[in-house]
């Protein structure tokens, strides 16, 4: 347990007195607030020793978050590289401060082992909630913060088989939303439509696909692995550098022999990336390739073109998240897994048009 990789910060951390003194955060927590009277002198020592030699000092914020003065969410996210994150930081901020409450930003680009970091540290400092949003297959790297009592929201993806008790989901309908988007460039008359992702390794990301697959189906046009493009390595998802692979993709596509009129993007950054790579190969958006993207990001609406996009409502998600961290948990035996799930919605802008002779079913 305490060879764990862990992230370091800029000063000593309750989790690096820890593994100083081979002893859990929580023991260390303990000893700071005075829960020590069953603490073995030598652990106590141990303890002392590691704070002494890292020169910790414990924040005073965190004193106060451990006597319940300030009361503080923990909000783990993929990247705020990502502007969609930064709104959604934006929208959960919002929805806490309306309960007096703050949030403490963590970005954790879906690593698992640096999730679990920061969910324990979030807990060896006194908070007892975690909006967290990953979309990850599995959370087992999470199940023993849940079982000891962390109220845990997963935002961007719908309950799992194997989820531990008592997580709380909410997300937007993602398959919807791939079958939203896909459905408008069918109606424009485009056949030959394209899909470009990082690795489809979260929820959110396989439903979108799933959306994407089955409009084409609906309208009886053949799915075509060539026009799927989802490179790179399964563990890099690719929050960070997301309009350079959406760039990449564009690229691929427009290389075969046989290339798409239209392309649906994992999100707005690999939209926006798709659109630079149209232009560097001398053609446009929509004229030779539609693009549409995913969340409606902020600067969607001015980018040129303006972008065809899936919006997600952020505010209502953010809303259903806080407050339900503000219910009261039951005891752990009697919890449930609960989940919402909530409507995207298709805004259409100058991205997409029909393709060059092909007649528009579109009103």
Known sequence: MHDQAFVPTGRPTIREVARRAHVSPSTVSNLLNGRDERMRASTRKRILAAIEELGYRPNSAARQLRTGQVKTIGLVVPSVANPFWGGFARAVEGQALEFDQQILLCNSERDPVREQAYVDELWADGIRAVIIGSSLPSFDHL????ERGMHLVAFDREPQLGDPAGLVTVSVDNRLGGMMATRHLLSLGHQKIGFISAPI???SRRQRLAGYSEALQDAGVPFRTEFVWAEGPSDDFGDVDSADRGRQGMKALLRLKERPTAVVAINDMYAIGACAA?????LQVPHDVSVVGFDDIMIAAVYNPPLTTVWQPLEEMSRYAVEAIQ????????RQTTSVLMGPSLVIRQSTA????APSSQP
Request: aromatic share 0%; proline share 8%.
């Open 327 to 334: 219910r009261p948990q039951a005891d752990l035996a009697a």
């Open 201 to 203: 390794a979260t929820v």
């Open 143 to 146: 199940r023993s913060a849940v």
């Open 278 to 282: 149209v232009r560097e190969e001398g």
């Open 354 to 357: 029909a393709p060059q002779g």
